[in-house]
């Protein structure tokens, strides 16, 4: 299935700010809102999609680096995560002095009523690797300082030994409920009760490590499993490697890899292409080069008459794919023309001239 052009959908170049993402969805919603005389459901729903990706930094990360996102086939889907609601739409959405929601109208078209877990912050990294460690991979460990479980009371926030009792505030349900009344009728809606984080029990003694919080500020040291063959500028995700909430889950670690440059190589897909300089008489008479690669030593036979921008072909030394072959590694050759010849050079020189070479 073909991506979507969310930018182009919304009407936007890609390098747009969060501002004016949102001002552009807040006049197409107005403009194609099924609800408006001459609006456009499907319209709307595409809007809406668009938004879902390009109205969140974690999404549109991924999406201006993939051309996707990781939750669930192309882009964040119609019902995104984001509340409609706290959008004003200049006047369209009251009618008859009754509070039109447009988060409820919008759920209602998806099925909506599912509530949204609860989500730690996302972290965002960088990390810079030598050029062989971007051809062959490696592993490096972050210490970072950020919101994790607390260790004490793995999270509950309960004193060790100490029980769990209902929570008053939902009374043990987790949720809080409220009707809404809207232009197409009521709508029952709910949220997580913020006294026990959705859980519907509290702790009777409160833990003393985290003060109940069952989170807490702290260093933790993080590995990151670099693939072989990663580019410049490449994210990498680790799911629930951000901070983590009470009652929900860790947010995710994003790692974005800066490769130093090796300027005897260069990239070409899976290939690798690096200079060899090569005297006259070796490109005339064949010669064998030692040469110090990526893999370590190797033997470069010169062939005779060799010519200048040649490749020479080292099979299966470049860069790993993602399935696990390496491509090649090419020598391109170029043949050195002394400045200066001595008169005896001078006279070979002449001596081939004189027969045609």
């Known amino acids: 299935m073909s991506t979507k052009d969310y930018y182009n959908i919304l009407g936007i170049p890609k390098g747009s700010s969060p501002d004016e993402i949102k001002k552009a969805f807040r006049k197409l919603a107005h403009q194609y809102h099924p ?98 460690e971007s051809i062959f991979g490696v592993e490096r460990r972050v210490l970072l300082a950020k919101v994790g479980t607390c260790t004490t009371c793995s999270g509950s926030g309960a004193k060790k030994g100490s029980e769990l009792i209902t929570c008053t505030t939902c009374n043990g349900a987790g949720k809080l409920h409220e009707t809404r009344q809207t232009v197409l009728g009521s709508f029952a809606t709910s949220h997580a009760c913020t ?26 040291e993080i590995p990151v499993a670099v693939p072989a063959g990663i580019e410049h500028g490449e994210m990498i995700r680790l799911t629930g490697g951000g901070e983590a909430i009470q009652g929900g889950a860790s947010g995710d670690l994003y790692v974005k890899i800066h490769v130093k440059e090796d300027k005897r190589y260069a990239r070409e897909g ?86 045609g070479v």
């Open 270 to 355: 899976t290939d690798l292409v690096r200079a060899l300089d090569v005297k006259l008489t070796d490109a005339l008479l064949g010669a064998t080069y030692k040469i110090d690669t990526l893999d370590g030593e190797v033997s470069v036979k010169i062939p005779q008459g060799v010519t200048y921008g040649e490749r020479l072909r080292l099979k299966g030394k470049g860069i790993p794919s993602r399935g696990g072959n390496r491509g090649d590694l090419y020598f391109e050759i170029n043949i050195q023309i002394p400045g200066k010849l001595s008169k005896a050079a001078q006279k070979a020189v002449e001596v081939l001239k004189n027969e």
């Open 195 to 220: 006294t026990c984080n959705g859980s519907g029990k509290i702790p009777k003694e409160k833990c003393a490590t985290c003060g109940g919080h069952g989170v807490m500020r702290k260093e933790e």
């Open 35 to 132: 609800d408006k005389q001459g609006g456009d459901e499907q319209k709307f729903k595409e809007i809406g999609e668009a938004y879902g990706v390009l109205g969140d930094d974690k999404k549109r990360a991924e999406y201006d680096t993939y051309g996707r996102t990781f939750n669930g086939g192309q882009g964040a889907g119609p019902a995104g995560g984001f509340d409609f609601g706290g959008f004003d739409f200049g006047g369209f959405g009251q009618q008859g002095g009754v509070e039109f929601d447009l988060g409820d109208v919008f759920g209602s078209f998806f099925g909506g009523g599912r509530q949204r877990q609860r989500r730690g912050r996302d972290i965002s990294i960088d990390i810079e690797l030598s050029f062989k």
